[in-house]
């Protein structure tokens, strides 16, 4: 078998640049911590993050040496490879399995008895089925599995990853009164989950980040700090003055017509146009931040386009 390895880069729309073969060489995280270097010093560092990866440990290994290179790059691993692992995990459950195990017993019986199946038919509300549990549809692992979907678009979705996140934590919190999700195991699944990306929920104008707890407030605030002061041309104490007049809709932000078009565009393209009219600066720092991928998918589905 022939290893490609394929050079895409994301705006966040994907762009397939190139593919080579490994040829003999094997896959460690210094080979591909230079590969990644060549590549970006040919389009120019300071236009790039984020370096999204799959979860393997060389791939991981080799975007943290490459942050001693470009220590302004944010490596990130791919957060719906995250949550794939989440739904084999809670399926590999025993008191999981032995709920499936067991609507299969009681669907098969009721199917196997035309006494049983008329039985359902006459009593069943009028939307409810009688059919095999599949495993991707089952409730458990619904709301995750919905949000892998989202989380793999191609369009701009990092502002939603904080609240894909606690709806999970939520549902599956819920579940332990239930019975399937004990405590111990629900913990064991949250240490998975990764960086949430706080900092995106205040850049979107429909949220502001009002809902976020002070360290999740706190934390997004930082980050957009930090990444301010890797900006060229960007004034950090400007941009966070003028991001807490946005968040308090203070000053320039006060104008109605400012906020009529929240709920129709995406916060990505707000701050391309509306947003970008009363401060140049967040706006510059808000576009950068939103326009980062969460999911290596769009990679992946462009690779197979281009027939590799």
């Given at each position: 078998n022939e290893y490609i390895l394929n050079y895409t880069i994301l705006t966040p729309k994907p762009y397939f640049i190139k593919s080579i073969t490994s040829e003999t060489n094997r896959h460690t995280a210094e080979y591909l911590c230079d590969l990644m270097i060549h590549a970006l010093e040919k389009y120019g560092p300071d236009k790039f993050l984020v370096i999204i990866t799959d979860n393997a440990a060389n791939e991981k290994k080799a975007t943290l040496l490459l942050k001693q290179t470009f220590t302004h790059l944010i490596p990130l691993g791919c957060l719906s490879n995250t949550l794939n692992p989440l739904v084999q995990d809670i399926l590999k459950l025993d008191c999981v399995d032995k709920i499936l195990k067991s609507l299969v017993a009681v669907i098969k019986t009721i199917k196997n008895s035309h006494i049983l199946t008329a039985a359902f038919i006459k009593e069943r509300k009028a939307d409810i089925s009688l059919s095999l549990p599949v495993l991707t549809r089952w409730e458990l692992v619904r709301p995750i599995v919905k949000w892998i979907h989202l989380l793999e678009s191609d369009e701009p979705v990092i502002h939603k990853v904080v609240y894909a996140f606690k709806q999970i934590k939520q549902f599956l919190t819920d579940s332990v009164s239930l019975g399937p999700i004990t405590p111990d195991v629900e913990k064991m699944i949250f240490e998975k989950f990764p960086l949430r990306h706080e900092y995106a929920v205040i850049l979107d104008p429909k949220d502001l980040g009002v809902n976020l707890d002070p360290e999740e407030l706190l934390?997004?605030?930082?980050?957009?700090?930090?990444?301010?002061?890797?900006?060229?041309?960007?004034?950090?104490?400007?941009?966070?003055?003028?991001?807490?007049?946005?968040?308090?809709?203070?000053?320039?932000?006060?104008?109605?017509?400012?906020?009529?078009?929240?709920?129709?565009?995406e916060p990505l393209t707000w701050w391309k146009g509306v947003g970008s009219i009363n401060c140049r600066q967040p706006a510059r720092v808000?576009?950068?931040?939103?326009?980062?991928?969460?999911s290596s998918a769009s990679t992946e589905r462009t690779n197979s386009t281009m027939g590799r």
């Open positions: 934390n997004g605030i930082e980050f957009i700090d930090t990444l301010s002061k890797t900006m060229t041309n960007i004034d950090p104490v400007v941009v966070l003055t003028s991001l807490t007049k946005y968040r308090n809709k203070k000053s320039m932000w006060d104008k109605e017509v400012i906020w009529k078009t929240v709920e129709s565009l808000a576009i950068r931040i939103l326009s980062m991928p969460t």
